[in-house]
Structure formats: C-alpha cells, structure tokens
C-alpha cells in the first residue's frame, strides 16, 4: 500500500484530482469507478475546475458508480444517480451513455448485479477506482460481516451505516434499509485503487485498514491484498497510523 499523507482536505481533493487528470491524459478513454459521499465532493469540485480551465476532456472518458440506494430511483434527491449529476457529470463533457449507476428500482435485482458486472467487463474492467470509507471500514456498501460478496449484490445497509447516512436525509426512517454494490472482488479487480479519507472520525477504520489484520470484518482491510493501492488521507484520519 502507498499511503500519501497530507494537510488537510483541501489538499487531498487536489492530489485525488491530479491523479484523475493523469490518468485521463494517458487514456482518453480511461475507465473510472466512482465514490459518492462527502469525502469525493473536494476531488470533483476541482475535477470541475480544470476541466473549465480545458485541461480535462471527459468526452470519451467511462465511468461505474459503486453503489445505489435499493428503492431509490434517479430522480431522488437522496440517490447517487441524482448526487453524480448534480456535483459532477452534469458540469463536464462526459457522455451520458458513459455513465453507468447500478439501478435502484430494478424489477429484478439478480438480472441487474449480474448486468452491472458484465458491463464492466465488456468495457475492459475499472482502470482507477475511487473509494471513500466509512467509519465501519466498509468499502462500496460491503459492510463488516464474517463473509463478503465478491460481486454486484443487494445488500442489507449496518445499523452503524443507516445512522451515518441519516445526515443526508430529513429522516432516519428515510434512510433507506438497502443497496445495490460492486463488491468485494469487483472492486479488487480495479487495475489501480485509490482510497480518500479525511477527518478524524475515519481514523480508526484507516488504522486498522493499514496495519490491522486482513479480515472481512474490516472490509477496506482487504485492500492490503491488491498490487496498487494509494490511501490518501489528512492529518486527522492518519491520526492512529
Ligand atoms: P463519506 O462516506 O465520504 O460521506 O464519509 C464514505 C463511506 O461511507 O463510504
């Protein structure tokens, strides 16, 4: 694992979006998997930024969300598709045909997980992916458990997490019970991982994803088992490492 320490939040919006524009300058048609949350909201605002500057072209660029609210369709204020569009998609050149979100009201959850991960690899798999974490060190929605999905699956939202998210939504009972979510092994099979984190309320999670044990009770933990991963953290969140 490479870990980058820095500042503060600022600054680590800006290395995430310098590697973003990197990458994208080496492949016009790079593959993003994409985090949703507060921690990715500094990283796209400065995405937005260069790309007015006409330093980032998007136009053949394709991107996977990790995760969508079971129940939650586009237009939802409160689901991921809506959240992509509005802080980011809707002020780049990037296709809409690009963009893909896994489908919160699908009819049939299996047809759509099992649709998800064949997109994904007919679009020749995820050459950066992005990662928040949360302050369970679940990754994507994969949650701490004693086994983890390796694939795009419905997941079952930790009480730990439904309380974490309540700050977006009016109401807890709002919050929606589950998720669609790449999972452990679709987001493993990323050719390059870069995890955000910021504050201190993360830094437990970061301190066991970096030195704890690889255990499935500590999801992001796993991460220690792929060939390149960055873990960009501030002060605050490397706090215990
Ligand atoms: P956050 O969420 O960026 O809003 O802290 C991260 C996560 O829960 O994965």
């Not at 996977?64 to 204020?77: A, I, K, Q, R, T």
């Not at 997941?155 to 669609?180: C, G, H, M, W, Y």
């Not at 099979?189 to 910021?198: F, G, R, T, V, Y």
């Amino acid at each position: 694992m490479n870990i980058i320490k820095v500042k503060n939040y600022k600054e680590l919006s800006m290395q995430a979006a310098g590697i973003v524009a990197a990458q994208i300058s080496r492949k016009k048609n790079t593959v993003l998997g994409l985090p949703t949350g507060q921690t990715p909201l500094g990283m796209y605002q400065e995405l937005i930024k260069r790309f007015r500057k006409g330093e980032i072209d998007f136009s053949q660029v394709i991107t996977f969300n990790l995760d969508e609210y079971y129940g939650l369709s586009p237009e939802h204020p409160q689901s991921y598709n809506y959240y992509m569009w509005q802080t980011f998609f809707n002020n780049i050149n990037i296709k809409k045909e690009n963009v893909f979100i896994p489908d919160g009201v699908t009819k049939d959850v299996q047809k759509e997980c099992r649709y998800y991960e064949s997109l994904i690899e007919k679009k020749g798999g995820i050459d950066l992916q992005f990662l928040g974490i949360g302050d369970n060190g679940h990754i994507g929605f994969n949650e701490p458990a004693i086994a983890l999905n390796s694939k795009t699956h419905l997941v079952n939202l930790s009480q730990a997490t439904i309380e974490a998210n309540s700050r977006f939504f009016n109401d807890i009972e709002d919050v929606p019970r589950k998720a669609l979510t790449m999972g452990m092994g679709t987001i493993m099979k990323a050719k390059q991982i870069i995890l955000l984190a910021s504050g201190m309320k993360k830094a437990p999670a970061i301190a066991k994803t970096i030195n704890g044990k690889v255990n499935t009770e500590v999801p992001a933990s796993l991460l220690q088992l792929h060939r390149d991963v960055t873990i960009i953290v501030d002060k605050d969140a490397a706090r215990d490492v």
